[in-house]
């Protein structure tokens, strides 16, 4: 089972728009719409922000967004604000053999 | 509100059994349509899931770890339990638990999570 890939790093400016990507195969990310993305600032456990691809849990805003194509799923993250600077990790269903897979994570920078 | 909290030793040896718990306020495990994972973080790193179990007590591993880890859940404790053996420095990590829900958030995503409980391998 190998972890999805994430660019380690991603940045942009106050109220810029950033798009993360997460690619997998087509036993994880391109076989189910069951992809989730998690925020994580340092010390603290990580928080659902998507979930089923482009799907928000009540309280986040508006401005996370995600999206699949084949094997890569997106998140973007519009009108950076400096509360936006965090961890972000991607995670797709992979199967009842392998259930679930997590990638290596990006570090969004609010410039 | 559920809530979760890790509970268990900070301070393994190599070779032996890691064994943490998560006790489950706010809510039943064996919910229809819940599932709860173990999830964990080694310093400086990313996450990785190691497992779930769902309120019918079907489980799933991480085929990496498969072969060293039991999960399991008790409902009359309203608790669920990791055993991970043969522990090495390689396994040191933050230990979180957390829930998911097959109505409400789909399959492998979690909403809620614990606070995490940080277990170091060492002699």
Redesign the interface.
Known sequence: ?S?LTQPPSASGSPGQSVTISCTGTSSDVGD???V?W?Q?HPGK????MI??VN?R?SGVPDRFSGSKSGNTASLTVSGLQAEDEADY?C????G??????????TKLTVL | QLQLQESGPGLVKPSETLSLTCTVSGGSISSISYYW?W?RQAPGK????I??IYYSGTT?????LKSRVTISGDTSKNQFSLKLTSVTAADTAVY?CSRGSTVT???????I????TMVTVSP
């Open positions: 089972q972890a189910y719409d069951y989730s998690y994580q456990a990580p928080k659902l979930y089923e799907k849990p990790y995670s797709s269903y992979a009842s053999n392998n259930w679930g897979v997590f990638g290596g994570g | 994972g999830i990313g996450l990785e899931w497992g779930s799933y591993y991480n085929p990496s979180y958030t789909g399959l492998c995503a979690f909403d999570w614990g606070q995490g």
